[in-house]
């Protein structure tokens, strides 16, 4: 048996979401490559829609799903059509993660333990729309495998927040820096530690 299907096995009590799991097949799949692992972990790989390390983009990563595919004797559209059931799967699963995520106590609790609750309140005001997509629709960011920016981008201050995201509000710390609100709201938000 291998890694990537022990990972997919585990039950809510080893991975606290989807994308959680998602996360460990990457990790591991970065360790063993695309080309090292068996055909089971391919297709694991393929419905968890990653793109592994070894592949300079998506694209690339695609390209390698949709010839396997193609070599288990599926045609191309057959392959690319598997490919895109897979990502709208993928997408179905992620968007729970996604909410649970952004209206969990432990982002509230870090949240408020950095702004007041006036400040907390205008935050969320004002990404809004973006906790709005990245709950419905699970759009992070840019760093993160989204085409457009989003939520963490605005929290990191990076793409196009790179001059009005979060810190660049006028909030004032009830604790600690920027950089440590800034890694503990990720903690929940990329990481799942919630």
């Known amino acids: 048996m291998s890694v990537i299907l022990d ?18 097949i990457k990790s591991e799949l970065d360790s063993t490559l695309w080309s090292n692992i068996s055909d089971n972990d391919k297709y694991l790989v393929i419905r968890y ?3 592994g390390s070894e592949f300079a983009d998506s694209t690339e990563a695609n390209t390698a799903k949709v010839g396997f595919l193609m070599s288990k004797g599926l045609s191309l ?3 690319q059509n598997y490919l895109l059931e897979s990502f709208a ?63 963490f981008n605005f929290i ?13 509000h006028g909030y004032t710390l009830s604790k600690g820096t920027w950089a440590e609100f800034k890694t ?9 530690n919630y």
């Open 156 to 168: 990191e201050g990076n793409g196009d927040f790179s001059t009005s995201g979060l810190e660049h």
């Open 49 to 51: 829609f990653i793109v």
């Open 89 to 151: 799967e993928h997408h179905k699963n992620e968007i729970p993660a996604c909410r649970a995520r952004a209206n969990s106590k432990q982002l509230n609790k870090v949240v408020l333990s950095y702004l007041s609750e006036e400040e907390a309140t205008d935050f969320t005001e004002k990404a809004k729309i973006l906790f709005d997509l990245y709950t419905t629709h699970a759009r992070k960011g840019t760093n993160d495998n989204s085409k457009l920016s989003g939520l």
């Open 7 to 24: 990972i997919h096995r585990a039950g809510s009590k080893s991975y606290r979401d989807y994308i959680s799991k998602q996360k460990a």
């Open 184 to 192: 503990e709201i990720m903690d929940v938000l990329r990481n799942g």
């Open 77 to 79: 559209p057959e392959a």
